[in-house]
Every structure is written in structure tokens, then in C-alpha cells.
């Protein structure tokens, strides 16, 4: 989690949403549909990315990657001071995909991807059972999507 907060401008907004719309879409192109110089676009979309504020990469539909299983979790910690403790710890974890902080039932909402379900046995016994300040998860494996990607 970071604790500075980068000024992102409307120009970035719109570099990011047409990246967001075609990740492939070259810095030439941007700059041609956005009326600006393919330097602009360069040197904003590196200063993006260099900040961790803009990735950029390659995503799969999940019941296309063989063997594998999507599982949502919702994760309890003991107490909120180790809440950033906690959420550092699970988003380094190889098999998480997203990790959000929230509100309700729940003080984490974690989404990972393992190999069936011996890969999620491994991953509650194993690694996410390393995070000494969870008390408890709840799974939910999820069945079919159509708008998320890993």
C-alpha cells in the first residue's frame, strides 16, 4: 500500500482508458487519436508505470487456463492495526490475483487462482495459513465468469 498519493491528470486518464481498451495499442496511436506526441504519451505511460499507479499486461479468461481454479476468499484478521501487516503479506502471495480491503463481514476480499483443489488445500495450509494475522477465511470457488480475467 502506498502512502503517497501521484497527481494523475486528465491527460493520463485518457492515456490509461485507451490502454484499458486495447493494452496492445502503441504510443503512435494514442498520441494520433488524443491529438498529442507520441513523447507525451511515452513519457507519461513510463511515469505511470514506473510509479506502480498503470500496469500493463497480458490477461486470460480463467475456464481457459487448464487446471485451473478461481477462488474468492473472505479473510478476517485479529485486530485492525495489523491490517496493513496483513495485507502486504497477502498480496505477495504467488497465488493471489487481487487483494481488496473492505467493509462488512469480512476485512479483506481476496481473489486467487490455483492449481484444483489440491492447489487450494496447499494454499489454506500452506501459504495463506504463513500470514499469522488471519483468525479465519471463507472460501467461494467460483463457477463461471465472463468479466474477469487473471
Known amino acids: ?23 496492445r ?24 508505470t514506473e510509479k506502480g499507479i498503470l500496469k500493463i499486461s497480458g ?10 481454479l478461481l477462488v474468492v476468499l473472505g479473510v478476517n484478521i485479529s485486530e485492525s492495526s495489523k491490517l496493513r501487516s496483513a495485507f ?7 497465488e493471489v490475483r487481487t ?13 486467487v487462482a490455483v492449481r484444483g483443489n489440491r492447489g487450494l488445500i496447499n494454499f489454506l495450509t500452506t501459504s495463506i495459513a504463513g500470514v499469522k494475522e488471519i483468525v479465519s477465511t471463507e472460501s467461494f470457488i ?4 465472463d468479466n474477469y480475467w487473471i
Open 1 to 23: 500500500m502506498s502512502n503517497s498519493k501521484e497527481t494523475i491528470d486528465p491527460l493520463d486518464w485518457e492515456i490509461i482508458e485507451k490502454l484499458r481498451e486495447n493494452g
Open 25 to 48: 495499442l502503441s504510443n503512435s496511436a494514442i498520441a494520433r487519436e488524443l491529438n498529442i506526441t507520441e513523447g507525451t504519451v511515452r513519457h507519461r505511460v513510463k511515469r505511470l
Open 59 to 68: 490477461a486470460v479468461k480463467p475456464g481457459y487456463v487448464e487446471k485451473e
Open 88 to 94: 502486504e503479506k497477502i498480496t505477495k502471495l504467488p
Open 99 to 111: 487483494t481488496f480491503i473492505t467493509s462488512g463481514r469480512y476485512d479483506f476480499m481476496i481473489v
Open 142 to 145: 467460483v463457477l463461471k465468469t
